[in-house]
C-alpha cells in the first residue's frame, strides 16, 4: 500500500533485529521501502540490503554533513555502486548550513568554514551531474541553505527530478519546487503539534506532487515520537496526512504510490 522512501536502515539502530522490523513494515501496509545513504561506506551496505531483500531499494550517495569525511575523486566509486540495478536514485546529497550558519570571526575557522561550503556545492553539483547521466533522479537534503541549494539545482530542471526530502517549508516553496517539476516528501514532523506550517502545506498540495517517508531512525511520528522510528510507522504519517486532506487512506495509497513508482525507477 506504502512505500517509506527515506529510510536509514543500514545504520547500527538495526544491526540486530532486521527482519522483525521488515516485518512490522508489512503487517503495516509499508511494502517497499527505500534505502538511502549518507557516505561511501553506507551506500555500500544499502546496495547489499537491497541485493538481500526484494522490498528494499537503494539510493546512494554522500551527504553534505560528511562531505569532509569523504575522498576528493568520490565519483567513480559511487558510479559503480549506481550501476547496480538495485539502485533507484542518488542520495542523499544537497547542503546543510545549520551547524555552522554564519561565518565564524577567526581567520582559521573562517578558512575552514569557506572550504566546507565550497565541498559541499562541489560534491552536490558532481552527484546532480552523475544524476543526469546515469538517468536516475536525487534525493536532495536541504537544510537552512534553501537559495544556495535551489541555485544549484535550477539549471538541472528538466533533466532531472529532485524529492526534497524530509520537507517542513511552507506552502509558497513547495510550489516553487513543484513548478520545477520536483517534489516534497513528509516525514513523522507533520504529526508534531507544533508543525502547523508543514501541516497546511501536506494540506494543500496537489495529488502526485508528494511521498512519504520515515527517515528513520529519526523523526518517528506521533504516537512514537522519541522513540527509534522505523519504516512501519510510515502508516501513522498517511493516516495523519488522510486526515488534513479529508482523504481515504486508499486515496492517499493510490496517488503517493503511483508518484514513487514513476520517481524511484532507472530511466
Known sequence: MFTDTHAHLDFSDYSTDLPAVLERAEAAGVSRIITISTSLEGSARAVALAEAHPQIRAAVGVHPCYVDESPEKFIPSLKALALNPVVVAIGETGLDYHRTPTPPPEASALHSWLLNRTRQAVFFEQQLQLAHELKLNVVVHQRDSWDDTLAILRPYSGKLKAVFHCFGGSLEQAKALLDMGFY????????????????????????????????????????????????????????????????SLEELASHTTASVEAFFRRG
Open 184 to 247: 516534497v516528501s513528509f516525514t513523522g514532523i507533520v504529526t508534531f503539534k507544533n508543525a502547523a506550517t508543514v501541516q497546511e502545506t501536506a494540506a494543500k498540495l496537489p495529488a502526485g506532487t508528494f511521498f512519504l517517508e520515515t527517515d528513520c531512525p529519526f523523526l518517528a511520528p506521533v504516537p512514537h515520537r522519541g522513540k527509534r522510528c522505523e519504516p512501519a510507522h510510515t502508516r501513522h504519517t498517511a493516516d495523519f496526512i488522510a486526515a488534513l486532506r479529508g482523504e
